[in-house]
């Protein structure tokens, strides 16, 4: 067993669950300004207050396993994305504040100031993230140490920029499909037309992301000749996509959200192809890059995290599992919600 890759596997399983789950708790904040009235308001929060702290921990697993598996990639994505990810910071704690503190007060400043953070913060966060990837794939100026020798202009490149808007894109058609499932009466209506516009906007991004990224980075398909199986990815993502407007068409929302989620499945899965075996390539010199193998921790480490992970992602699972079963159905407005 190659550790090294069996951890590389363990870590797009932990980023595509965080993309998965916690994608649609960001597109219900991206779509959010389309709620019209205060009791809107508080449905779209309420629909996601009970499980977006919980979706939360396959992020902060994610870095955690990063750090410990692979220390010198985790230090320098840091280093080069250091202002990003403060911005990203911020925009996690303003997000989780501002949907525990909207209505401690009724005045109209005090819900206004914190649905424009929960809404700003919910698109920040996609953005960053789209960004991080982006750059992943593009690559940054790193030197021989591992180091990062850039500025922001090596972070902020059109092509992450491109990557960054069709994360929200993605994010925004997640969560639109997700309100669909969790509300009723005329706003399910209103949400089943947003449901149209979200899936246009995200195959507008998808296909001149597609584009570009074919044009821009051919290596990201080198892998491919490789692994002719990863093809069958690109099958599967390619159904899945167009599952989500016919699912929509025949008015059976749980299959489009399904498709929504194998959809960013497909997605982070091909990325990993796409990067495999790197981390992080070095736009200076391609030997310089960080691979699963020089970026990593040592075997006995790796193998003690990995038994650790077999114990402790059932866990994980089983929790969340149980948070989405005991908070099934539909969200209705009451004094308690959010």
Not at 22 to 48: C, Q
Not at 98 to 126: T, V
Not at 249 to 261: E, I, K, R
Request: glycine share 8%.
């Amino acid at each position: 067993m190659d550790m090294h890759v069996i951890w590389f596997i363990l870590l797009g399983f932990l980023l595509a669950g965080y993309g998965m789950l916690d994608g649609f708790d960001l597109g219900v904040g991206i779509v959010y300004p389309f709620a019209r009235t205060d009791d809107e308001r508080r449905i779209f929060m309420h629909s996601i207050g009970p499980v977006w702290d919980g979706n939360e921990v396959w992020l902060v697993t994610f870095g955690g396993a990063l750090f410990a598996a692979f220390p010198n990639a985790y230090a320098a994505a840091f280093s080069g994305f250091y202002l990003p990810f403060m911005a990203l910071l911020c925009a996690l704690i303003f997000r989780g504040v501002s949907l525990e503190f909207r209505n401690k007060h009724p005045h109209k400043l005090w819900k206004l100031f914190w649905d424009l953070a929960f809404s700003l913060s919910s698109i920040g966060i996609a953005f960053v993230f789209g960004v991080a990837v982006g750059d992943t794939i593009l690559g940054l100026p790193v030197e021989s140490h591992g180091d990062f020798i850039g500025t922001l202009n090596d972070v902020f490149k059109p092509y992450a920029l491109l990557i960054g808007l069709f994360s929200v894109a993605v994010c925004a058609m997640h969560g639109s499909i997700y309100l669909y499932l969790k509300t009723e009466g005329e706003l399910q209506n209103r949400l089943h037309s947003l449901m149209w516009k979200t899936f246009g906007v995200f195959l507008i991004f998808y296909m001149i992301s597609t584009v570009v990224t074919l044009i821009t980075i051919p290596s990201s398909i080198a892998n491919f000749q490789h692994f002719p199986w990863a093809w069958a990815i690109v099958i599967l993502n390619i159904l899945s996509i167009a599952n989500i407007p016919r699912s929509i068409f025949m008015n059976q929302p749980g299959y489009a959200f399904l498709s929504s989620c194998a959809t960013i499945l497909g997605l982070t899965s091909l990325f990993g192809v796409a990067l495999f075996p790197n981390l992080l390539r070095s736009t200076v010199q391609e030997s310089w890059s960080l691979t699963i193998y020089n970026a990593s921790s040592s075997e006995t480490t790796l193998w003690i995290m990995f038994w650790i992970a077999l114990m402790g992602i059932p866990f994980v699972m089983t929790y969340t599992a149980i948070v989405y079963w005991v908070f099934r159905g539909k969200v209705k407005r009451e004094e308690v919600t959010y």
